[in-house]
């Protein structure tokens, strides 16, 4: 059995920029993948599809979002060629990345079966007939299948490649709490006196990231008051991780993760074991990874 890895996210900046009619609201965002990854297999074994996952909280019924990816693509397959290659499949995955913490665990799992089963089955899909399927597993998806760092617009599904990425390191911190990202949407004040704060074109590709990291005004989340007054725990957690790395940190996605960059791979090495030592009781995980490709 093949084990694939199955990358984080952060969003290193993320505005919510209005809200379409259905409910859904529009965001743009810098979304870069983590080295930090589950590991995820999948054998032709068992009693048709499910999940074995290494995490008590993850549910291994068809309510998985890896479960539903494979169930989408033997769909798909049929649908597209008359027949698939297997009824049966048991996905083992081995959580590294939190649960719930904003880091899109879920459909990171969901992208990686959806690439190994085209890969597995001769590619009858194109990469962007696999980002289509995806998104109607959710708007992460299609970020994950794409397998970069990428400017996301829309609901999180449109899609610019970032070129100009520095290779920076992050400390990522979790605080062991849950952030509903619905119940987050559902807190953001968007009424009729919102006025969007960003104005980036992501057509200009171009990073404000130099050695100092200068683009530091840039990053800014639109979610991190809602999701700080529903669950405490996170504002906390930022401002104990600030004190101690005297540093700017910031939050990804809906939370309840946080994160610190560092252009400096050794000093992020040296401030991750202080961190470790000293780290306070609304720190539950702590992790050092690098923002980029999985390829080191």
Same mark, same amino acid.
């Given at each position: 059995m093949q084990v694939r890895l199955s990358p984080a996210k952060i969003n290193l900046f993320l505005y919510v920029t209005g809200r379409r009619a259905d409910g859904y609201h529009e965001l @743009? #965002?810098?979304?870069?993948?983590?080295?930090?990854?589950?590991?995820?297999?999948?054998?032709?074994?068992?009693?048709?599809?499910?999940? +074995? %996952?290494?995490?008590?909280d993850v549910p291994e019924d068809d309510t998985n979002l890896a479960c539903r990816a494979a169930v989408l693509f033997r769909a798909a397959m049929?649908?597209?060629?008359?027949? %698939?290659?297997f009824d049966h499949l048991t996905i083992h995955i081995e959580k590294k990345i939190p649960v719930c913490g904003g880091l899109g665990g879920g459909s990171s799992n969901a992208a990686c079966v959806l690439l190994a089963l085209n890969e597995y089955s001769e590619t009858p899909f194109s990469t962007d007939e696999l980002m289509r399927l995806g998104l109607t597993l959710g708007a992460d998806v299609p970020f994950f299948i794409s397998g970069g760092p990428a400017f996301a617009s829309?609901?999180?599904?449109?899609?610019?490649?970032?070129t100009q990425m520095p290779r920076l390191s992050v400390i990522v911190v979790t605080p062991g709490v849950p952030a509903s990202t619905r119940n987050v949407f559902k807190k953001l004040e968007f009424g009729l006196t919102f006025i969007p704060s960003c104005i980036i074109k992501p057509s200009s590709n171009v990073l404000p990231f130099g050695k100092e990291l200068d683009g530091r005004e840039f990053l800014h989340n639109d979610l991190e008051r809602p999701a700080c007054s529903l669950?405490?725990?996170?504002?906390?957690?930022?401002?104990?991780?600030?004190?101690?790395?005297?540093?700017n940190v910031y939050m990804s996605g809906s939370g309840s993760s946080l994160f610190a960059l560092y252009s400096d791979h050794n000093m992020a090495e040296r401030e991750y074991e202080k961190l470790l030592q000293v780290? #306070?009781?609304?720190?539950?995980? +702590? @992790?050092?990874?690098r923002i980029g490709l999985l390829d080191g």
């Open positions: @743009f #965002s810098l979304m870069a993948p983590l080295t930090l990854a589950d590991r995820l297999g999948i054998e032709r074994s068992g009693n048709g599809i499910r999940a +074995v %996952c290494s995490h008590p049929i649908d597209k060629k008359g027949d %698939c290659v829309g609901v999180g599904e449109k899609l610019v490649p970032c669950y405490p725990e996170i504002g906390t957690a930022k401002k104990d991780m600030a004190l101690l790395l005297r540093r780290r #306070s009781e609304n720190m539950k995980y +702590v @992790f050092l990874s």
